[in-house]
């Protein structure tokens, strides 16, 4: 007796620095989500797939949702939204941890994503990540009061990304909600993004954990030569890292250009990884003031209208 298919497109919404990446990277069981420790890593909805038995959802990571009215910070927040058009489900995911210790601050975390999940019309599906860490689980119920409060009808799951802890019951929830219909992909296919996408956000996640506090937000970077056939086993890729000021260019390049060299031994291991063949990278760094106000290259970052 034939079993019915699922298939749907998960969304995954929450405040910056919550772990969609992270908990995405776990689900597909390997990086298709960059991730650091500084907000706003994710820029576009990074789609990651996952086939388990007659199921097949599309995971949308979505950037993270905050309260910044300048720079691309706009730009994000459209991302994010704009991503809801595809939703079967929601999945929002909030970090407990500081919440737990502070619980009045979740009203204000929970009104975007109430507004933008609309009255009922999806179905909802909350995860509270980083309940490992809090060790006194009664400072959770608050949280799950509020949660509730805020979002009726949505199913809560105390979960952690980085241990796997609560993500199965989690995942159950999701695809018992997914529509009725023939999978869209492939069962080993687990990203719709093209590698040579990813390999720039592999290069942007170095960068990222390379700098400082206030740089990456004024890099991007464009992936603008791939090579995979004048000679077989070897893909040469050049990258540009763009840079809004003269002051940045130094900063990146590093001493005697330690840090750019640094940036590209680790991006090129973990490329090479994702290709399952050697990598030549080469990577430049150009000035570009005001990129992030030039619509034709945040139409090609994918970030644009």
């Not at 959802?57 to 993270?64: R, Y």
């Not at 090579?227 to 390049?253: C, F, N, W, Y």
Request: with cysteine; aromatic share 4%.
């Amino acid at each position: 007796m034939a079993h019915t298919q699922r298939f749907g497109h998960v969304v995954m919404l929450g405040p910056t620095n919550a772990g969609k990446s992270t908990l995405l990277n776990r689900l597909i069981g390997q990086k298709v989500s960059i991730v650091s420790p500084k907000p706003q890593t994710t820029r576009n909805s990074i789609s990651g797939i996952l086939t388990e038995g007659d199921t097949q959802a599309v995971f949308l990571d979505t950037p993270g949702l905050h309260r910044q009215k300048r720079g691309i910070a706009p730009l994000l927040l459209r991302s994010a939204y704009s991503a809801l058009a595809q939703a079967d489900v929601v999945l929002v995911l909030l970090d407990a941890a500081p919440l737990a210790r502070r619980p009045e601050g979740l009203a204000t975390e929970l009104r975007p994503i109430a507004k933008a999940v609309g009255a009922g019309a999806v179905p909802v599906v909350v995860a509270l990540n980083k309940c490992d860490l809090v060790k006194e689980k009664a400072r959770l119920l608050p949280l799950l009061a509020a949660v509730g409060e805020a979002l009726p009808g949505a199913e809560l799951f105390p979960v952690s990304a980085l241990t796997g802890k609560g993500l199965p019951e989690m995942l159950a929830a999701l695809f018992s909600r997914l529509p009725e219909g023939p999978h869209q992909y492939d069962p080993d296919e687990v990203s719709t993004a093209p590698v040579r996408f990813l390999a720039g956000e592999i290069v942007r996640e170095k960068l990222f954990l390379a700098l400082g506090e206030e740089l990456p937000y004024a890099t991007a970077v464009t992936v603008d030569h791939w090579d995979e056939k004048s000679k077989p086993g070897l893909t040469k890729i050049q990258a540009t890292i763009l840079v809004a000021r003269d002051s940045h260019k130094p900063m990146v390049i590093g001493k005697g250009g330690s840090r750019i060299k640094d940036i590209g031994q680790k991006a090129r291991l973990e490329i090479e990884e994702m290709l399952g063949s050697q990598v030549f990278l080469e990577l430049w760094v150009k000035v570009r003031p005001g990129w992030a106000d030039d619509p034709s290259l945040l139409r090609e970052l994918g970030l644009g209208e």
